[in-house]
């Protein structure tokens, strides 16, 4: 059974739709990001599960039970936001104890050992009566995590928690909250819009865009088989080509895009038809389909280099040693490396 | 580079020579002056210790002992039977009066503007922005005038009570209550504390009621466990800053308390009036030394909060739509407040156009047509009304002339760092803590009656003012921080590498101030001037010290004069005063100017 369940749900605000008809299953202990670009609707969707929005209609069920009509307080969830919303006039202990005073500490502990418990799962052992406005963000971050989970919530719910932070501190604490939630098998729902963290920490991903569900499925399912277009060119770099199915060899169709006829392992393509190739595919010796480009410009990358070149078709991405602007070079992807939408 | 060296230097001279300049004028016109006070009060003034013992000024304070005998009587008699306990009967003296009633106005100020705060920061209504800019006005708005609004509205012959006459209810009785010198005082203050309140309450991120609501707390929790606590310091300033004028208060008082009330303000005015200068002297100086520990302590409590902005500022309440208890609530502050508020000023209005007759009110012009008949039938000693207009517009364009040069200089000033600066903070900001009675006496007393100065040399040299000239001084003495307060802000936000982008470009650092930041900071140098001109159309405390006996007296020393028996003529020039004040107000808020003391 699902643990947290969306039916139909739509919510608008007045003329605009920000979630047009979101259905999802979320199991128990599973670790379920909500990714898409900045409007999509994820942190809507996720705020409509923590009861901080009504839905317009649709229902969420969560535990098997109705929510409908329940208020935050009463549905076992722990949100992190953000900008971690920190009491400003509590200490970091008063933070963390704050949903304690609602339910009883989890095993029978006192709140005391609990709060101490918390600060000490997230590396924060002794910081019980600092000020929130004396630590870092990423300190902050870590107290917001530790206070939402001290209740021993049945479900944490993380609202672009790391977006506020720089790189190298993200990775670090997306690795540290991944292995807490692990430790703790807690249901978590996580929303970024980081298509590259999504894929590093999930379980599941449900790639969002205008109000609506695009695609769920393991961060390799996503990346790999994309089923719409969007989820196509928004997961990873993708290289997109416009064609028309001319002929078939079988499994494999024969494409013509912008005068060149590629060779596309789809089964059941006709006609007018879209395929993408991610640029790690695309090789300078090998590969069936050739097409030559002329070098814009190429990143360097520290292993290897980003070039960005143009054909009759378009721009194209690839990966390359490093290569001057304004050479040719030749590049092929074998038929089964083109993902037809 | 020659050139780039010269401006360098010109640079390094002449802002500090600005700076040195702005020190002087506040030297002479504010600090020589308040010294003035203090040093009359310890060569002749009455002895300190006479003040502080006697039970006239300190009430039960004066006989501390017997004061803690009597409660000592009324604990023990209490503990034996508490239903017949009787509380002792303090007398609480000029000061403890003065205190009294300046808490009971600060509590009712919080009572109405803690609500007003709520709905202006909670709700949505179609002119919400205009009516959090209304917070604002009573900065602009002449005590005098506020205090005939008041006779107009609440007076036995007022507005209110001819509305209860034609329906046939009893009369009330407000005027020369304490009830209505503190209504008077919510009137001023009760929008402040609304102001800084709701500001607070805007700056609550929503996210962390959510979070509450989320770890388990109700609605109700958490408000009072998550709002409450970060709005509560907000309170406690508005109601400090409230104690600390209405202490100061002294129009209100004058024109509102009768023979019964006096507050200390009150009194030494009447000790001026009587030449009884040593005891004037001495109570100014303790009342101000008072004002000043309070202010220092407001300034140090309102260091402590923090400055937080707003990420996720909560979604406001539609004003109008069904009925629920909040919005009935709402309906409610409303409507006590166009009570408080808009009566007043209405019946001023009113009472400026009409005139009783038999069965009701008759409108007319002859208010207005006295003003101008007096200005032709007026005996040396009574006040010419076109005069008294004429002269607030001149002073008031003097006091622009000061105070904005002076407020700008010390703008820049306060925003540059360097060593000592909190210190020119807090002595530039001063002028809010000195009460205008006190600044008028210490320039009637050290410079229109002049001060000897030793010149090497040349002997001993008489310097003297005009009286003109020193309420142009006192006017710009009150108002220049206001100028501070608008420009300092924007200059402090201003973005430092838009400087730097010209000063790399070429530009010397005057050069970038002229080009680069002055005009940037426009708006809130014209915004500044408005607050000027309003606050030195409408100052009344210093006015009526230093224009007493001369011809220097201005609109608000006219509309005291005129207030007796008939209220037409107060309330006609309470009218032209309103109309030049509601201009400055309404420039003001065009330039989004910044009113938070």
Known sequence: MAEVELDSVVREYGATTALDGVALDISEGEFFTLVGPSGCGKTTTLRTIAGLEEPTSGSVRIGGASMDGVPPEERDVGVVFQNYALFPHMSVGENVAYGLRFSDPPEGKSKNERVTELLELVDLAGFADREPDELSGGQQQRVALARALAPGPRILLLDEPMSALDARLRQQLRRQVKSIQKELGVTTIYVTHDQEEALAVSDKVAVMHDGRVEQVGTPQDVYREPETEFVASFIGENNRFDGEVVGREGEVALVDAAGTTFRVVAPDATGDVTFYVRPAALDTEAGENRLTLGVGTSEFLGEGARTYGTWEGGEIVVRTGAVPAGEEIEVGFDPADAVVV | ?597
Request: aromatic share 12%.
């Open chain 2, 1 to 597: 580079m020659r050139n780039a060296d010269l401006t360098d230097a010109a640079e390094r001279v002449v802002l500090p020579a600005l700076g040195g300049f702005a020190a002087l004028l506040l030297l002479v016109f504010f600090y020589f002056p308040v010294a003035e006070v203090f040093a009359r009060a310890f060569d002749e003034g009455a002895s300190f210790a006479a003040v502080l013992t006697d039970e006239f000024y300190v009430g039960f304070l004066a006989h501390p002992g017997e004061a803690l005998a009597r409660f000592l009587a009324f604990c023990s008699a209490f503990v034996r039977n508490p239903l017949v306990a009787e509380f002792p009967d303090y007398r609480l003296g000029l000061f403890g009066f003065t205190a009294y009633q300046a808490f009971l106005s600060a509590l009712a100020s919080v009572a109405l503007g803690v609500p007003m705060a709520y709905v202006l920061a909670r709700f949505e209504f179609p002119g919400r922005e205009t009516a959090r800019s209304l917070t604002a006005l009573p900065f602009v708005m002449p005590s005098i005038m506020v205090a005939v609004g008041f006779i107009a509205a609440f007076g036995n012959q007022g507005f209110l009570n001819g509305v209860l006459t034609a329906l046939g209810l009893p009369k009330v009785e407000l005027l020369y209550t304490l009830k209505l010198i503190i209504l008077a005082h919510a009137f001023y203050n009760a929008p402040l504390v609304a102001r800084i309140t709701a500001a607070a309450w805007e700056s609550i991120d929503t996210r962390t009621v959510e979070t509450a609501r989320t770890l388990g707390a109700r609605p109700r929790r958490a408000f009072r466990d998550v709002v409450l606590p970060q709005l509560l310091p907000s309170v406690l300033t508005g109601a400090l800053l409230t104690f600390v004028f209405c202490f100061l208060s002294f129009a209100i008082v004058l024109s509102l308390g009768g023979l019964e009330f006096r507050t200390v303000e009150v009194w030494v005015y009447q000790a001026v009036n009587d030449l009884d200068y040593g005891e004037a002297a001495t109570l100014a100086a303790i009342e101000t030394a008072f004002s000043l520990l309070l202010m220092y302590a407001y300034l140090r409590y309102e260091a402590r909060q923090r400055a937080a902005s707003a990420v996720h500022p909560p979604e406001r309440i539609p004003l109008f739509g069904s009925v629920t208890p909040s919005r009935l609530a709402a309906w409610a502050v409303c409507a006590v407040c166009a009570l408080v508020f808009v009566l007043p000023m209405f019946s001023m209005v009113y009472e400026s156009l009409t005139t009783p007759v038999v069965g009701g009110d008759a409108v007319t012009l002859r208010h207005y047509a006295f003003l101008v008949e007096r200005q032709a039938t007026a005996y040396s000693f009574q006040v010419k009304p076109l005069t008294a207009i004429r002269n607030s517009l001149l002073f008031g364009a003097g006091c622009l002339a000061v105070a904005v040069p002076i407020g700008i200089v010390l703008a820049v000033v306060s925003t540059r760092e360097f060593r000592g600066r909190k210190v020119v903070d807090t002595l530039a900001m001063a002028p809010f803590a000195v009460s205008g009675i006190v600044v008028g006496l210490g320039l009637l007393w050290g410079l229109v009656f002049g001060t000897e100065i030793t010149v090497p040399f040349v002997g001993t040299v008489r310097v003297t003012v005009s009286g003109a000239l020193a309420v142009v001084a006192a006017h710009a003495v009150g108002a220049y921080p206001f100028v501070t307060r608008n420009v300092a802000p924007m200059l402090a936000t201003l973005d430092r590498s838009l400087v730097e982008s010209a000063r790399a470009l070429g530009a010397s650092r005057a050069r970038a101030l002229f080009d680069i930041e002055l005009p940037l900071v426009a708006s809130g140098v014209l915004a500044g001037a408005a607050f000027a001109f309003a606050i030195s159309v409408g100052e009344f405390d210093s006015t009526v010290i230093l224009a007493s006996g001369t011809n220097s007296y201005t609109m608000p020393v006219a509309i005291e004069r005129f207030t007796g028996r008939r209220l037409g003529p107060a309330t006609a020039m309470g009218c032209v005063l309103l109309a030049v004040t509601g201009a400055s107000f309404v420039a003001i808020d065009r330039l989004g100017g910044h009113f938070d003391g």
